[in-house]
């Protein structure tokens, strides 16, 4: 039996409810006081916004803002490049090789996280917020894992044969636990929900 389908649907649902749940957040937002906004300049803008601007504020912290650096950018670039490699199915060796890059950035930006909530400072919030160095470990390394078949590395189609079940099921299990907290968390609720509000 062929699961190729199963990670393109996972990727797919999530992001669906990751725009529902903006879709509804934007919503409750401007129940709020009216505001002239201009669309376009505000989603041009999020980049420098979220990789400079908030990266000054970070910096009072050098150790976290090395570390939201990485983590953070990791992400970002990792998003995008997972919806062209496995949901759109871009058959590029490049494209892979930079999620691969970009994945690795990522967890080990997410090490640093976990490191850093192991005794957590009495000043960062706790709560929701301890699981998330665990979701952010689990988004970029079942990515990684999951992209080195189209990097080359691994036969393809290698982590989806019949044999390899027990391998798809515990990758599966991290990309839903890992797009869980990133995608949908991001826009419905929880830890990531700042990098949404933030944007």
């Keep these: 039996m062929s699961f190729e389908w199963l990670h393109p649907a996972l990727i797919a649902t999530a992001l669906v409810l990751a725009v529902i749940g903006a879709v509804r957040r934007v919503s409750l937002w401007r129940a709020g006081q009216p505001d002239q906004v201009n669309l376009m300049a505000g989603l041009m803008a999020m980049p420098k916004r979220y990789l400079h601007d908030l990266h000054d504020v970070v910096e009072r912290d050098k150790y976290m803002s090395k570390t939201h650096a990485a983590t953070g950018g990791g992400f970002v670039m990792s998003a995008v490049l997972i919806i ?96 869980g907290e990133m995608f949908f968390g991001m826009s419905w609720g929880g830890p990531m929900k700042h990098a949404f509000a933030g944007a």
């Design 84 to 179: 062209l490699v496995h949901l759109f199915d871009v058959d590029s060796q490049i494209l892979a090789w930079a999620l691969l890059a970009s994945s690795a950035l990522m967890f080990v930006g997410a090490l640093f996280v976990f490191k850093r909530r192991l005794n957590p400072p009495s000043r960062i919030s706790k709560g929701p917020w301890m699981r998330l160095p665990k979701s952010l470990l689990a988004f970029a390394g079942s990515f990684f894992i999951l992209t080195l078949p189209a990097a080359g590395i691994l036969p393809e189609g290698f982590l989806l044969q019949a044999g390899n079940v027990l391998l798809t099921v515990a990758l599966t299990a991290l990309i839903i636990w890992g797009m």
